[in-house]
Structure formats: structure tokens, C-alpha cells
């Protein structure tokens, strides 16, 4: 574990409800003493191929994923260090030009569908949440959200969730479930274990880490 600081990682299928969850988990506690990296700003940068190929690309594998980048940064904060986060734009598939400063602060959360994947990123997680939300109602979530944010149709969505994000999913995302601390029902409306994550479990986890 590291020393002072107390790690979260939050992880979940896609549309699980684990943004929601994390929002309501910093709202519940002193959003000063907290930084949240999305593994969403860690994409690989694909500028460097067509709007096309990149709407070819298999966003739902972990080879997606810079995961050395995103180790490279939560380590930075660990250290103490500021540390400039990626900014990745879902409409164009690619990073933008910007970055976002980002102070270090005694809790990192660390939130995203292969935040359990990687050992190097597991191993410095003190908490890890995995929200468990049914299929079908993942996949309603998902759909909402890429016509609503991400101007998507409705057929591209669910040719996407047969093809790549179902069976990825399975493979991939819905095993590390067994690295899990605490398996949460209901996202972000789960306010029980919220408030247990809270008043229980971060405490004596803080507690064990600062000796």
C-alpha cells in the first residue's frame, strides 16, 4: 500500500453506473481531499490514422488502452507531483491538443472498465469497487448515452455491443470482478454502500495505511 494516500480503484461494465457512483462517493465526502483520473482520458492517441479507420478501431479491448501512460501518472500523483491528464474527445476517436492540470490530493479514485486489468494498476489500489448492473440495463444506459453525448445511431450502438462490447466484457471486464474489496448492486443509487464505503471502510483503510 502507499504511504498517505488512499487509493480507489472504481470498475464495472460499461453503462454499470460506476461515473454516477463515483460522483455520489466524492459528494459524500470532502471533494478537497479527492482527484478522480478517468481511464477514459487514457485511449491511445490515434490522430495518426483516418476518422474511418479509427471508427474501426475496438474501443472495448484493453489494447485500447495506454496503460503504461495511465501508471506513469497515478504514480506521479502518488509522489506528490502534478501531473497533466489527457483529454480524449469520443466524437473524433482521438485526443485533443489539451491537457488538464491536475493537483495530487490524499485520495486518487481511479474509475473505468479496466481499472482492475492491468497488475501494475491493480497493485496500487488500496479500495477496489466493482459495480455490478445486469446487462440489459447496461446496455440501455450505453445506448442513451452514445446518441445523447456522442452522436451515435442507434444501429452502430448495438452493432457495437453484439460485435465488441458483449463479448469483450466477458473476457475481459466481467472476471476481475474477483479482485474486487466490495461488489456494489445499483450504481450510484446504492446509497448504503456508499455511505459503508464511506463511514466504514475508507477509515480503516486510511488507518492501516497511515500506520
Given amino acids: 500500500m502507499q504511504k498517505n494516500k488512499l487509493i480507489i480503484g472504481i470498475s464495472g461494465g460499461t453503462g454499470s453506473g460506476k461515473t454516477r457512483f463515483t460522483k455520489e462517493l466524492i ?25 474511418e479507420e479509427r471508427c474501426n ?86 445506448a442513451k448515452r452514445d446518441i445523447n453525448k456522442r452522436d451515435r445511431s442507434i444501429e452502430s450502438i448495438f452493432s457495437q455491443y453484439i460485435n465488441t462490447v458483449k463479448p469483450m466484457h466477458e473476457k475481459f471486464i466481467e472476471p476481475t470482478i474477483n479482485y474486487a474489496d466490495i461488489i456494489v448492486k445499483d450504481g450510484g443509487k446504492n446509497r448504503m454502500a456508499i455511505e459503508v464505503i464511506k463511514n466504514k471502510l475508507l477509515p480503516m483503510i486510511k488507518s492501516e495505511i497511515n500506520g
Fill in 27 to 51: 459528494e459524500r465526502c470532502d471533494s478537497n481531499d479527492i482527484v478522480c483520473i478517468s481511464q477514459d482520458s487514457y485511449y491511445k492517441d490515434l490522430s495518426h490514422i483516418s476518422y
Fill in 57 to 142: 478501431v475496438n474501443f472495448d479491448s484493453p489494447n485500447s488502452i495506454d496503460f503504461n501512460e495511465l501508471k506513469n501518472d497515478i504514480q506521479s500523483l502518488i509522489n506528490n507531483k502534478t501531473t497533466n491528464i489527457p483529454l480524449y474527445s469520443f466524437k473524433r476517436h482521438k485526443r485533443l491538443n489539451e491537457t488538464l492540470s491536475v493537483e495530487p490530493k490524499p485520495i486518487i479514485i481511479i474509475e473505468g472498465i479496466f481499472a482492475f486489468h492491468d497488475a501494475r494498476i491493480r497493485n496500487l489500489i488500496n479500495c477496489k469497487v466493482y459495480v455490478d448492473t445486469p446487462a440489459d440495463i447496461r446496455i440501455l444506459r450505453r
